[in-house]
């Protein structure tokens, strides 16, 4: 995705967007996104429930990026990886992975141990105490809905509550009677909202 008013001057901030489990690169389409100011990549996760967890899948998404960075003016320090349901899973394994890519992360209605649940080879489990230190210096948001039957909210509490222990740098919002479901409006304005103001001038 790119703005409608792009400028080939400029420096955008870049948006990572994970895919949830049954769909395709295609779900950016269907997402909502900031038309103005961002340019947004969607990579495929090369299968429908491997978590982007693969080392093929993990391969697809810096390649992208370094596309994308060779093809548009992207502003380097405003890169933020973001996903959803099976891309929340992805958001926490790809930063993992490429902690130095990222600036700032959105996981939204993820599953902090999804890999270990559905088999992926060589799974990683982010409510590991030691791994929740590798998230301390970047600025995250998370949106869970509290009905959630795919994702357990529960598991995204208890990712919070320990991450609150070393990072300051969270918005944590929570629908009570969301299930598995996208933001209600009100909640994607200020999802928005963040990720207008999560990089200071």
């Known amino acids: 995705y790119v703005p409608g008013d792009f400028d080939p001057e400029a420096k955008y901030p870049l948006l990572v967007y994970l895919h949830g489990s049954g769909q395709d690169d295609r779900a950016l389409f269907s997402t909502p996104v900031i ?4 340019i947004v990549v969607a990579p495929n996760g090369r299968g429908t429930s491997n978590c982007f967890a693969t080392p093929e899948a993990l391969v697809d998404i ?3 990026i370094d596309d994308v960075r060779k093809n548009y003016p992207i ?10 349901s099976m891309g929340g899973y992805g958001v926490y394994r790809t930063f993992y992975e490429y902690p130095g890519m990222f600036n700032a992360l ?3 209605s993820g599953h902090p141990d999804l890999a270990s649940k559905w088999g992926v080879e060589n799974p990683v489990n982010f409510l590991d105490e030691e791994l929740i ?3 301390s210096d970047v600025p995250v948001f998370i949106y869970h809905g509290k009905q959630d039957l795919n994702c357990p909210y529960e598991l995204t509490l208890q990712f919070v509550n320990l991450l609150e222990k070393n990072n300051r740098n969270i918005v944590f919002l929570t629908d009570a009677h969301a299930g598995h479901d996208a933001m209600n409006a009100q909640i994607r304005e200020k999802y928005f909202r963040w990720l207008k103001e999560v990089f200071p001038d």
């Not at 380097?76 to 990886?81: A, G, P, S, V």
Request: net charge negative; charged share 35%; aromatic share 14%.
């Open 35 to 38: 038309e103005e100011g961002f």
């Open 62 to 64: 810096r390649e992208a």
């Open 106 to 108: 959105a996981i939204l």
């Open 133 to 135: 230190r590798i998230f």
């Open 75 to 84: 502003d380097d320090q405003k890169i933020i990886l973001s996903g959803f």
